[in-house]
């Protein structure tokens, strides 16, 4: 894997590309299916030009639409880490790090994932996030302290591994 991002790229996680893949793959069946249903109904209630229903289906078949298309975009320009490439020697995408809070006293454990994959709650940061960039690159043992947008954070790498 190179050190340098490919402009063109948009590097994810296999875990995150097969949730966008299943989303697209749901969206263009069952979504399409729904809004074709809505229209159809809305149509029956008779003057489209007055018709909310009608304008509600439409605005929803637009969303819809937009959102195939940003998916295809993604799974167009994805490159898929792949966990056994992973190099635990230093912290990079896909990988899990073990940090620990110097002032706070306490370990973090997060994944490090591409942008489209984060989700906080479940410990996914995204490598362009703010503990994301300053990490990456970093090895067990480095200390570094981090801008966050509640002041400074000391933090020690603990440990790299892939899970």
Do not use: C
């Amino acid at each position: 894997m190179a050190d340098h991002p490919v402009v063109d790229q948009i590097v994810m996680t296999r875990e995150g590309y097969e949730r966008l893949k299943a989303e697209l793959v749901q969206l263009r069946s069952e979504g399409r299916q729904e809004i074709a249903r809505m229209l159809e109904e809305a149509r029956s209630f008779g003057d489209l030009s007055e018709n909310a229903e009608y304008q509600a289906a439409k605005e929803a078949q637009a969303k819809l639409e937009s959102r195939v298309q940003w998916l295809d975009y993604q799974l167009s320009k994805a490159r898929v880490v792949d966990v056994k490439d992973i190099d635990t020697s230093k912290v990079s995408l896909g990988a899990t790090v073990t940090l620990f809070d110097l002032e706070g006293k306490k370990k973090l454990t997060y994944t490090i994932v591409g942008s489209e994959e984060s989700d906080p709650r479940s410990n996914k940061i995204s490598a362009a996030s703010p503990v994301g960039q300053a990490i990456l690159g970093k090895t067990v043992g480095d200390e570094l302290t981090i801008r966050v947008p509640r002041g400074t954070r000391k933090l020690r790498v603990q440990n790299i591994q892939v899970i």
